[in-house]
RNA sequence: GGGGAUAUAGCUCAGUUGGUUUAGAGCACCUGCCUUACAAGCAGGGGGUCGUAGGUUCGAAUCCUACUAUCCCCA
């Protein structure tokens, strides 16, 4: 068979996966006498398409399942997908709408039946992508937030939070979306800077005939002011003490109160304050008890409580009530002004700080075990620079706002009774119960009670993921949860350290008194070339399926992880890719050369046998270094290690060492060996790159199924001797010099060169003669005591090589090189004369560096005298 | 405003508890090669004094302090 010289990874992909799942090789269930390897997916949001973010992320987890899959272990990854409340809700308000019908038309059942048809729908699609990833999830397994048993877990724990006393209501200031008509968290704010305006507005002193001026970028609120605030060390307006304002329009009259909160050097010094539009005014309003005057509707529109305006929108009213003050004359000026405006990450609506009921878990309490696994590396967090920032999160911890006004979610076990108190509990049944016994009145039928309108969080769905997708609270002696949980490790981004991985440890320790994971990979954010972040707007996100149709999944797998180290954000470039894919390419090719051979039962040449036995040595020295970076979750430098093993040592330097002359055929034994190198390759590479690496397994020989490699077993380090690799390496130092002196001189690698070598170790040479001869064009290697006239020469330490010339060699030219090497040496050797004749360095370093330092001064000084004699023999 | 992180070659990053060279890798760059696996390749090469200024130490890219710059989180 021949193959094409360019590896093309279209139809090899497609058709490995398909082989992978035909076979069941991702499937996982409880086997005791293997070690279980978990990792749950962070779920995307259903609603979502594969991103740059996911790739890497997904890749990185692949990578781990498929090495600890090989290692030997019950590999497990559950895949699955939350259900991304305020996305969803709103994707389908919208489908809604294009076919006429409004939410606010139709019931909560109604709604929730187009949700659920619409997940089925288009729901999921990135679950798809990820198997173009070449994902090698257990998709028997696959979770979805909402389905009904994760829908069960988060009742129960619901309900279970209520009575232990950690969820209550209140009233809270939220980051409201009018458009979404929902409160929002914290993280679902986006601030972004916002060019507006700030109004000067004049405010007359009660009783007076003078005014006050205040500074806002709100003027549409000013109907609900509950005051003017100063600052009570401010010298300007020691006259207002006491006083009152009238409120502009409204003719409303407020008092003027004192409080340390106010920037003098801001605005006017005076502060009009807003107790229901603006959280810092809201806590003055504590301060001095005013009154809380809400005026703005859930979508945005005033309230009959601001009476004028009544129903304009939020930003008409701003700009009519501007032009009303001008008309009166109380518009002293408008400036531009630049303001960090939240929005909602969701509808992009500004959001509108809002007083509302809302309910909330307490969480100084809750957190305790969650922090202290951290702290004390339980739980590691890697990169461990994660750490600080978790401490922080902890112990600033605040209360967890968890109800959403929306429909699609778990709707809140909540029960209000006709006297405005509530029950809370699992089914309308327990609840009608319980109301019963709460009001002492058993006449009371489900009619009287009405269920909480709002859906929890997501997160509050999410949280609880290690465990639910193992049926841990339905039934948490069943086999898979006492199996897989704890899981072994969580891949994802920093971003939801806080939201995600600290919850998720909150509920895992309250629920099963374990950690939920053992490690915390945090990966880097993926960003473009300019360090922006990949979004939406920008447009400067490459779409990840072209990517994967340009540069095979194995290439863009090898390209994310190239440059990318642990918790290190990544800058994307396409040529990323390329480097993946030449890579394959690459391993293609050297699979192309080695496939071609002709093989016959003769002897092996020197050259061959040796380098089987540097491989070898080499190999078993890598595979260490290896798994030294898996160990520390280097996956980064675990591919680097092995791409450099691949390319550096096998192609250029072994597969050069026994490849036979043109047309000539190999011996049998050195083809053999080469081949099982190969496979040994093929093993560690495998994680990285899945395709290419099924691929060329089974090019090598036909394989009966259970020998595939993604089921092969991982190398296993074997002892080996160093010296091989360190003597080597001499010979290999020797090639390049020669490589080096052909490519200055312009001397055809066709020429066969005379090598003289004057060293006191001529064992180390003759070892890898044949390798210098193979890979340099030697005519002839001789040892020899003398300088050889007119010869170009070289040192390797301290050993001098000369390769005679024929022509004529540029004297002066060479002078000059030994000039700059003895120069180097010179400046080399002093520094260590400085130190070892430093009495406290030879006293106090430990021997062992101290002998270090001797060597270096030895080998420097030998160095020194042989650049010397051969400048001085240059004349 | 508070907290955190980072600063090493043109770019992206290593540098593992301070001591194997006057710092490494990949990519990019330069030179020469269509050498019979691969020109998306081969061979060779140049390039940084480790953000700035101090300090600790026999010894600092590595520890400490200040400053500067960038990024992130929280308010």
């Known amino acids: 068979m021949s193959l094409a010289t360019k590896y093309d990874p279209t139809e090899i992909e497609d058709k490995w996966y398909k082989y992978w799942m035909d076979h069941k090789f991702f499937a996982s269930k409880p086997d005791k006498n293997k070690e279980p390897y978990t990792i749950v997916i962070p779920p995307p949001n259903v609603t979502g398409q594969l991103h740059m973010g996911h790739m890497l992320n997904n890749t990185i987890q692949d990578v781990l399942i498929r090495r600890a899959r090989m290692q030997g272990k019950e590999a497990c990854w559950v895949p699955g997908t939350d259900h991304a409340s305020i996305a969803t809700e709103a994707k389908v308000v919208n489908l809604l709408k294009e076919k006429g019908i409004k939410k606010s038309d139709i019931s909560r059942e109604e709604f929730m039946k187009h949700a659920w048809e619409w997940k089925e729908k288009y729901g999921g699609i990135i679950l798809q992508q990820l198997k173009k990833l070449g994902a090698s999830c ?370 895992g320790y309250e629920y099963t008194g374990k950690k939920p994971f053992n490690n915390v990979y945090l990966t880097g954010i993926v960003r473009d070339t300019q360090g922006r972040k990949m979004s939406k707007q920008l447009g400067n996100s490459p779409d990840p399926l072209d990517l994967i149709k340009n540069h095979g999944a194995d290439g863009v797998r090898a390209g994310l992880l190239l440059s990318s180290a642990a918790g290190n954000d990544l800058l994307f470039d396409v040529k990323l890719c390329e480097q993946g894919w030449n890579f394959g390419n690459k391993i293609w090719n050297a699979f192309r050369l080695v496939k071609g051979w002709e093989i016959v039962d003769t002897d092996t040449p020197v050259a061959s046998q040796k380098a089987q036995e540097w491989f070898k040595a080499r190999f078993e020295q890598t595979i260490i270094e290896i798994e030294d970076h898996f160990s520390k979750f ?115 690698p066709k020429e066969a060169l005379k090598l003289y070598v004057k060293t006191d170790n001529q064992a180390v040479y003759e070892k890898y003669i044949s390798f210098i001869h193979k890979l340099a064009n030697l005519e002839s290697l001789e040892f020899t005591d003398n300088k050889i006239d007119n010869a170009l020469s070289f040192l390797i330490k301290s050993d001098e090589c000369f390769i005679p010339m024929v022509g004529n060699i540029d004297i002066e030219k060479e002078k000059a090189e030994l000039q700059k090497e003895l120069d180097y040496t010179k400046g080399f050797l002093n520094s260590v004369t400085k130190k070892l004749s430093n009495e406290r360095f030879v006293s106090n370093a430990p021997d062992q560096v101290v002998a270090m330092e001797k060597q270096k001064q030895a080998d420097a000084e030998a160095k020194i005298k042989t650049l010397e004699e051969s400048l001085a023999s240059l004349g």
């Open 138 to 507: 257990d998709w028997d397994r696959e979770r979805f937030t909402m389905e009904e048993d994760l829908s069960a877990a988060v009742i129960e724990v619901f309900v279970d939070l209520y009575k232990k006393g950690y969820i209550y209501r209140g009233i809270r200031m939220v980051n409201w979306d009018p458009e979404g008509k929902t409160a929002l968290a914290d993280d679902e704010v986006i601030f972004k800077e916002v060019n507006s305006k700030l109004y000067h507005i004049k405010y007359q002193i009660e009783g007076t005939q003078d005014y006050l001026v205040i500074a806002t970028t709100r003027p549409e609120t000013i109907m609900a002011d509950a005051a003017i605030c100063i600052n009570p060390n401010d010298a300007r307006f020691k006259h207002l003490k006491g006083k009152r304002a009238i409120i502009p329009l409204i003719n409303k009259s407020i008092p003027i109160v004192e409080d340390e909160y106010v920037d003098m050097e801001f605005g006017t010094g005076c502060l009009k304050v807003t107790p229901a539009h603006d959280i810092n005014d809201y806590e003055i309003g504590l301060r001095h008890q005013l009154p809380v005057i809400d005026i703005i509707n859930d979508n945005g529109t005033l309230n009959e409580k601001a009476q004028i305006l009544i129903g304009e929108d939020r930003f008409i009213a701003r700009k009519k009530i501007a032009k009303l003050l001008k008309a009166e004359d109380l518009l002293e000026k408008e400036e531009d002004y630049t303001s960090n405006v939240g929005h909602s990450e969701r509808t992009n609506a500004v959001i509108e700080p809002k007083l509302s009921m809302q309910w909330f878990v307490k969480m100084e309490e809750l957190v305790k075990p969650a922090y202290e696994n951290v702290m004390n590396d339980n739980i590691q967090l890697i990169p461990s620079k994660f750490k600080n920032t978790y401490k922080h999160w902890m112990e600033n911890v605040r209360d967890w706002c968890i109800s959403r006004q929306l429909w699609w979610g778990q709707q809140i076990p909540a029960y209000h009774l006709p006297n405005g108190e509530f029950v809370v509990a699992k089914t309308d049944e327990e609840a009608l119960a319980l109301a019963k016994e709460k009001m002492g009145d058993n006449s009371l039928t489900l009619q009287d009670l009405k269920q909480d309108e709002d859906v929890l969080d997501t997160w509050f769905s999410s949280w609880l993921w290690p465990m639910s997708v193992f049926d841990g609270f339905k039934n948490p002696e069943n086999e898979d949860f006492k199996y897989y949980y704890p899981t072994n490790d969580l891949v994802t981004g920093p971003d939801i350290l806080f939201f995600w991985v600290a919850r998720m440890a909150i509920a």
């Open 634 to 748: 280097r996956i980064s430098d675990a591919l680097m290690t092995t791409y450099k093993l691949i390319w550096d040592d096998f192609c250029a330097l072994y597969l050069e060492l026994v490849k036979p002359a043109y047309g000539a055929p190999i011996d049998r034994k050195s083809y053999e060996a080469t081949i099982g190198f190969f496979e040994d390759i093929l093993k560690i590479l495998h994680p990285f790159m899945p395709f290419l690496t099924e691929e060329l397994w089974h090019q090598i020989k036909e394989r009966k199924t259970e020998d595939s490699l993604i089921i092969s077993s991982w190398p296993e380090s074997q002892p080996f001797d160093e010296n091989i690799v360190k003597e080597a390496q001499v010979a290999f130092e020797v090639i390049t010099q020669i490589r080096n002196i052909r490519a200055s001189k312009g001397i055809s």
